[in-house]
């Protein structure tokens, strides 16, 4: 049995399967990391992917097109990151508040919505919606074993990763990004420098709805062909808790998006096997997510208290 | 712009309380019209389960006969069960006699209609999905069913092991408990007396259908092609992960999941051979006849359990299965089903366990014949 275990985490598939789990959560990842690049923190993930995901699938249903629904899911998108910052910019409400408001009734509305369009209250399984497709990557498809891993995807995974260099680029490589980083270093300093603090800020939200929306699309458009109510469970949160892991480091944040998505993808071979207790398989990605933590504050901990790295 | 958004919260504030308290407004009706009158309380519907059938069924009733009115009420759409919410529907319907019959159920929200049945003992109800009795046993004015779920799992794993081909099947249960594990129970029986390997999953939700979808795959992997779903939504990715395979059979649950996507969704409902049904709309409909006739009183009091010789459980037989499921197989349940019904077969019921013999019982039916 263990090593029936040993050889499905060892085989292809299963890396396939981290491939396809991880995306969302690096979505996730990335839209929260990109607002607190700036010094945001993103908490409304979640709900942006619950709102995107549905406008996906609504938004391709009535344009019978499906990248065209994709573009009205990252409108949504960008459309609550802007309510989220006129409420707290020019309304001076506190951001984290708005943000918890928002997931608190991310999942009510959105059914709301979907009964008011649909007539049913679980899916949209009763609109024939055109989808995402997969993408074989000419001649790379192939070549044996890379071509494997290399090819036939989601084409938002592509996207994904895609995405994920751009941003490094970006905030790394660019006036742009270093200005933005400033913002979140010290917006005081930032403001003397002549940075226009407040804009970047809402630009970083902006862009955080954006692959906040693409995670949720990924779900609803691409991997699945529905919205199904409660969906998005927790993906959102694994891409903030990625964002606090990563602490303002861009391959941490990456790795550790990806370590969520295989603790996922191990909890799938747990939750069908004897040896483990069923009632704690939901709860190995977030456990996950706690020892990592955990660990990576004691690793800090250490480093600050031998000089290495001087606390900020 | 500060106070007016402090007042514009206010005013939301009160505006959602308000709402909380909204009670329903069942229209009045005299007892000597001759109509038999009766108010399903549920939580709320598109559960894709037995309240969406049960809403059905009470539209059936209202347009196929004019004697008797049903009134379906939606009382907690967020599933919050909170007691003075529902004690106030409660009292809304029950007092003066308004309705011949009061309908709710579920183990989340039947505390309140024993707790209502308590308060109003002139009131008749029925508990359309019993899931415990109170202390004291069911209060006299009370009808109260549950479903022989355990016979349906028997069911459909000797259909599962009829149907397949490759020697492995599966079954994703959302979680795992006492109460869920009796939709396998018998599934895991008859397929270990018949030889067949089974994989079971339990993800831990209900909701997360990426992960309904990978845990199939996972399970096809391993050789399994008739794949049952007993979980709620992420039971759509597992239909999902079943249609993008050309061998791999699914069996919906709770409804006939093939009528349900047959027009909007024709891939998804081509990979559902059959549907394990719980009717809870056939004997909503035989007690609104009940209570029409008068026949009901004998019902009060008692807590019955709903199998196949009534009808209760089943399995969906439509076109799609006719026409895909071979003769052969088809014998094969209705033997089954014969053989379930007449008692012949002891089908192992984990519900009917005390906790003690669960733990001990449980994991030797659960793994007799399992591919881990």
């Given at each position: 049995m263990w090593s029936n275990i040993l050889t499905t985490l060892f085989s292809m598939r299963f890396l396939l399967t981290i491939i396809r789990m991880a995306t969302p959560i690096l979505f996730a990842a990335l839209g929260a990391f990109t607002a607190a690049s700036t010094g945001i923190g993103n908490i409304a993930i979640e709900s942006i992917m619950t709102f995107s995901a549905l406008g996906g699938v609504l938004g391709s249903y009535l344009l019978n097109n499906a990248w065209l629904g994709l573009l009205i899911g990252l409108l949504i998108g960008i459309l609550t990151a802007l309510l989220i910052t006129f409420f707290s910019m020019k309304l001076g409400a506190d951001a984290f508040l708005i943000m918890i408001a928002l997931n608190t009734f991310a999942d009510s509305v959105a059914i709301f919505l979907l009964y008011q369009i649909t007539g049913d209250k679980g899916t949209t399984a009763s609109l024939p919606t055109p989808i995402l497709y997969t993408w074989d990557i000419p001649l790379i498809k192939d070549i044996p074993i890379l071509g494997e891993i290399l090819s036939g995807h989601y084409v938002l995974t592509y996207i994904c990763w895609l995405l994920i260099i751009v941003m490094f680029v970006v905030i790394y490589k660019t006036p742009l990004g270093m200005r933005m980083r400033a913002c979140g270093l010290n917006p005081d300093a930032a403001r003397t420098a002549g940075i226009n603090v407040e804009r970047l800020q809402v630009l970083s939200l902006v862009l955080s709805g954006v692959f906040a929306a693409f995670g949720g699309c990924y779900l609803s458009l691409n991997y699945l062909k529905i919205f199904s109510k409660g969906m998005v469970s927790g993906q959102g949160w694994m891409g903030v808790a990625a964002n606090g892991i990563a602490n303002g480091n861009y391959l941490s944040l990456v790795l550790s998006a990806v370590i969520f998505a295989v603790f996922r993808a191990v909890s799938i071979i747990f939750s069908s096997n004897s040896a483990f207790p069923t009632d704690l398989v939901s709860a190995i990605p977030y456990f996950s997510v706690f020892v990592i933590l955990t660990a990576v504050s004691i690793i800090n901990y250490y480093r600050v208290k031998s000089g290495k790295v001087e606390e900020h | 712009m500060k106070k007016l958004f402090a007042v514009l919260l206010a005013v939301l504030m009160i505006v959602s309380l308000v709402g909380c308290n909204k009670t329903p407004t069942p229209t009045p009706s005299g007892d000597d019209d001759g109509v038999t009158k009766i108010a399903v309380l549920l939580p709320f519907t598109g559960d894709q389960?037995?309240?969406?059938?049960?809403?059905?069924?009470?539209?059936?009733?209202?347009?196929?006969?004019?004697?008797?009115?049903?009134?379906?009420?939606?009382?907690?759409?967020?599933?919050?069960?909170?007691?003075?919410?529902?004690?106030?529907?409660?009292?809304?319907?029950?007092?003066?006699?308004?309705?011949?019959?009061?309908?709710?159920?579920?183990?989340?929200?039947?505390?309140?209609?024993?707790?209502?049945?308590?308060?109003?003992?002139?009131?008749?109800?029925?508990?359309?999905?019993?899931?415990?009795?109170?202390?004291?046993?069911?209060?006299?004015?009370?009808?109260?069913?549950?479903?022989?779920?355990?016979?349906?799992?028997?069911?459909?794993?000797?259909?599962?092991?009829?149907?397949?081909?490759?020697?492995?099947?599966?079954?994703?249960?959302?979680?795992?408990?006492?109460?869920?594990?009796?939709?396998?129970?018998?599934?895991?029986?008859?397929?270990?007396?018949?030889?067949?390997?089974?994989?079971?999953?339990?993800?831990?939700?209900?909701?997360?259908?990426?992960?309904?979808?990978?845990?199939?795959?996972?399970?096809?992997?391993?050789?399994?092609?008739?794949?049952?779903?007993?979980?709620?939504?992420?039971g759509n990715g597992v239909i999902d992960a079943c249609s993008g395979h050309d061998n791999v059979w699914c069996i919906g649950v709770d409804q006939d999941q093939y009528l349900q996507f047959k027009d909007s969704n024709p891939a998804w409902a081509n990979t559902i051979l059959t549907s394990a049904l719980k009717n809870t709309n056939v004997a909503f409909k035989a007690v609104c006849e009940m209570v029409a006739n008068g026949t009901y009183k004998d019902k009060l009091g008692k807590a019955e359990t709903w199998g196949i010789a009534l009808n209760g459980v089943g399995l969906a037989e439509n076109d799609y299965y006719l026409a895909n499921a071979s003769e052969e197989v088809r014998a094969k349940v209705a033997e089954t089903l014969a053989k379930v019904a007449n008692g012949e077969v002891e089908v192992v019921d984990t519900k009917a366990w005390d906790e003690a013999t669960y733990e001990v019982e449980w994991p030797k039916v659960r793994d007799a014949n399992r591919l881990n």
């Open positions: - | 389960s037995y309240f969406d059938t049960l809403a059905i069924a009470a539209r059936e009733v209202n347009d196929a006969d004019n004697k008797i009115s049903v009134d379906v009420l939606e009382c907690d759409p967020n599933g919050a069960a909170d007691e003075s919410n529902w004690m106030g529907w409660y009292d809304n319907v029950c007092e003066g006699g308004k309705y011949d019959l009061v309908v709710s159920g579920n183990g989340t929200y039947e505390g309140f209609l024993y707790k209502a049945a308590e308060k109003y003992p002139d009131q008749m109800f029925y508990n359309f999905d019993r899931s415990w009795i109170p202390e004291g046993g069911i209060p006299k004015n009370v009808y109260a069913v549950d479903w022989a779920l355990d016979d349906l799992g028997y069911v459909v794993g000797a259909l599962s092991a009829a149907v397949t081909k490759t020697g492995t099947v599966g079954v994703v249960v959302g979680m795992e408990s006492q109460d869920m594990n009796q939709f396998i129970g018998g599934y895991c029986q008859v397929l270990a007396d018949a030889g067949v390997k089974y994989v079971i999953s339990y993800p831990g939700s209900f909701t997360d259908t990426a992960l309904g979808k990978e845990v199939t795959e996972d399970m096809i992997n391993k050789g399994a092609d008739v794949i049952w779903q007993v979980a709620g939504g992420l």
